[in-house]
């Protein structure tokens, strides 16, 4: 999921220097939402992790 933000990213950054401003604000836009939700998602798993790792350490 980092990658289609870095993709994003890049795309608009391409199309902010062609001129095409519609294109690349909404480029950025889904850039920024998926690296919100990567980031999300990061946080959550690495929170499930910790307590996964809590589990086992009482058994």
Do not use: C
Not at 6 to 35: E, P, Q, R, T
């Amino acid at each position: 999921m980092l990658s289609w933000s870095l993709f994003f990213f890049i795309f608009a950054l391409i199309a902010a220097v062609f001129g095409f401003g519609g294109i690349a604000a909404a480029s950025a836009g889904i850039a920024k939402i998926l690296f919100f939700v990567f980031i999300t998602l990061f946080v959550v798993s690495l929170l499930f992790r910790l307590t996964k790792k809590g589990d086992e350490a009482l058994n």
